[in-house]
Nanobody, 119 residues
Framework: QVQLVESGGGLVQAGDSLRLSCAAS????????MAWFRQAPGKEREFVAS???????YYRDSVKGRFTISRHNTKNTVYLEMNSLKPEDTAVYYC?????????????WGQGTQVTVSS
């Protein structure tokens, strides 16, 4: 069973930066694709960014050029560096770990960390 613990959220002003961390335990971290999702009040959870086992990265369009996802396999941690934050980035940010199983897939979620961006 993989456990994910996010940290680094907080209250910042528009234009500020934050770095979120997600520490994983209980599994082989390097085997997982890691991702960040977010959910704003009254909205669906949405994809933000992901990084594969081999380091390929993907982003939603609205964060491209502002957010950077990275992973440190020896520390079992994935990061989300967020720059030029906007009020519309306000949400609870969740970490997700996913890998292929036999059959199906193994998917794990963290509890989330709140990010609030004031204008």
């Amino acid at each position: 069973q993989v456990q994910l613990v996010e940290s680094g959220g907080g209250l910042v002003q528009a234009g500020d930066s934050l770095r979120l961390s997600c520490a994983a335990s209980g599994g082989t971290f390097s085997m997982f694709t890691m991702a960040w999702f977010r959910q704003a009040p009254g909205k669906e959870r949405e994809f933000v960014a992901s990084i594969t086992r081999t380091g390929s990265t993907y982003y939603r369009d609205s964060v491209k050029g502002r957010f950077t996802i990275s992973r440190h396999n020896t520390k079992n941690t994935v990061y989300l560096e967020m720059n030029s934050l906007k009020p519309e980035d306000t949400a609870v940010y969740y970490c997700k770990a996913e890998r292929a199983g036999s059959p199906g897939r193994y998917v794990y979620w963290g509890q989330g960390t709140q990010v609030t961006v004031s204008s």
